[in-house]
């Protein structure tokens, strides 16, 4: 399954952003929250986002392989997952709005595209 890889490639972003997170609480002996460290808040904030988005995202381009999407869409909503989102980490970490301006525009034109042709799939396949 296409979409298989970028789950997997997905997953592998969210564990280093989690690592990060883990790294600093320790760095910081910050228990719970962010302990008012705001290298800390960024770096929650990166791996919430990360999770926010993500799972919308894999589900959408899961069900666009089911409906039998052609592999070149696949792979094109599968790199635009993960390009949007390192950029978007990237410019978070890095204090880098246009980074996580772009970031963000690729996430979300890639959440708009990959729900246009999910809808184009299930319409052609209910009305042929």
């Known amino acids: 399954m296409i979409s298989a890889v970028y789950a997997a490639l997905a997953a592998l972003l969210i564990a280093w952003l989690s690592l990060r997170v883990i790294k600093l609480r320790r760095a910081k002996k910050v228990i719970f929250g962010d302990g008012g460290e705001t290298d800390l808040q960024i770096a929650i904030r990166a791996q919430g986002n990360a999770t926010e988005y993500i799972p919308i995202l894999l589900i959408l381009l899961a069900l666009l392989e089911l409906s039998g999407g052609h592999a070149a869409l696949l792979h094109t909503g599968g790199v635009a997952i993960i390009l949007g989102r ?24 890639t959440l708009i595209g990959l729900a246009a042709a999910d809808l184009g799939y299930a319409a052609y396949a209910a009305f042929g």
């Open 86 to 109: 390192v950029v978007h980490a990237r410019g978070l970490l890095r204090a880098n709005l246009d980074q996580r301006v772009l970031g963000m525009q690729i996430t979300i034109f």
